[in-house]
């Protein structure tokens, strides 16, 4: 089955750079987009935009463009999430997930166990 | 962006008997929505997608139903294990974007 293990939680200071991954495991990793999910303290679930690992064709949401960077190496599997300054309203639980074999990611049934981010000065 | 408004906020069931909760989108997304029920500290998990097709392993007393913009997931024999927040997700038009959440509660 479809495993997905992204990294530990992270405490940085406002201004500091970030990379968080998401490793996918028992599916072929390329033909699989998959995305990423925000959920703020005691809030609910946001999409922030998707990734296809085969071509690493991206798509932001309006309101994460310019403020993270998706990435995906395919040769081993992992992909990437990406902050160049982080600030104190990224702090967050981010959670990466798969949808279907060579479809755009419209809904998913494996999700990562999530990574917390702690932004605090 | 398509707004997702779930309703009620939060639900209070007693054992075994039914729960209904409605999501309701701004603009009509077809038959392109989706549940998902996430208990606490642990991540989404997937109930129904296409409106209505149950996902792999879900019980069948979880069922959805709807279309355009008014949907409804009911959990017919409340269980102790269903406690939880109930999403709602639409991904007719990009971004894909949640409703705000249904807290289940045992009462």
């Known amino acids: 089955e479809v495993q997905l293990v992204q990294s530990g939680a992270e405490v940085k200071k406002p201004g500091e750079s970030l990379q968080i991954s998401c490793s996918g495991s028992?599916?072929?990793?390329?033909?699989?987009?998959i995305g990423w999910v925000r959920q703020m303290p005691g809030k609910g679930l946001e999409w922030m935009g998707s990734?296809?690992?085969?071509?690493?064709?991206?798509r932001y949401s309006p309101s994460f463009q310019g403020q993270v960077t998706m990435s995906a190496d395919k040769s081993i599997s992992t992909a990437y999430l990406q902050w160049s300054a982080l600030k104190a309203s990224d702090t967050a639980i981010y959670y990466c997930a798969v949808g279907e074999e060579l479809q755009f990611l419209e809904w998913s049934r494996y999700w990562g166990q999530g990574t917390l981010l702690t932004v605090s000065s | 962006e398509v707004v997702m408004t779930q309703s009620p906020a939060t639900l209070s069931v007693s054992p075994g008997e039914r729960a209904t909760l409605s999501c309701r989108a701004s603009h009509s997304v077809s038959i392109n929505f989706a549940w998902y029920q996430q208990t606490p500290g642990q991540a989404p998990r997937l109930l129904i997608y296409?409106?209505?097709t149950r996902a792999t392993g879900i019980p069948a007393r979880f069922r959805g139903s709807g279309s355009g913009t008014d949907f409804t997931l009911i959990i017919s024999s409340l269980q102790s294990e269903d406690v939880a927040v109930y999403y709602c997700?639409?991904?007719?038009?990009?971004?894909?974007?949640f409703g705000q959440g249904t807290k289940v509660e045992i009462k």
């Open positions: 990734i296809y690992p085969s071509d690493s064709d991206t």
């Open positions: 028992e599916y072929i990793f390329a033909n699989y987009w």
């Open positions: 296409d409106a209505s």
């Open positions: 997700q639409q991904y007719n038009n990009w971004p894909w974007t």
